[in-house]
């Protein structure tokens, strides 16, 4: 599962970087690139964004990934 994932997210890197890398050769005026990055320490998300949508962004994604992981610990330490 884990190499799933490894695999998954080195492809989602690629398609991103081909797809920026086409909107540049064929010149499109406009577009910007906007990035941001969550630090999850205990549970408290802290977030970063290069605007304030990205990071709006960001932030209900790192809030939901927290509840998921907390629902799947909980039912996963009820069942042992």
């Known amino acids: ?3 799933l994932l490894l695999v998954a ?6 398609v991103g970087i ?3 890398a086409l909107s540049a ?3 499109e005026e406009g577009s910007r690139v906007e990035g941001g990055a969550v630090l999850v320490v205990g549970p408290l998300p802290i977030v970063f964004g290069t605007s304030e949508r990205v990071a709006k ?3 209900v994604l790192a809030i939901a ?11 996963l ?3 042992r």
């Open 77 to 79: 330490n009820l069942l």
């Open 65 to 75: 990934l927290t509840l998921v992981t907390f629902v799947v610990f909980t039912v």
């Open 1 to 3: 599962m884990a190499l």
């Open 57 to 59: 962004a960001l932030l």
């Open 9 to 14: 997210g080195f492809a989602a890197i690629l």
């Open 25 to 27: 050769l064929r010149g």
């Open 18 to 20: 081909l797809l920026f």
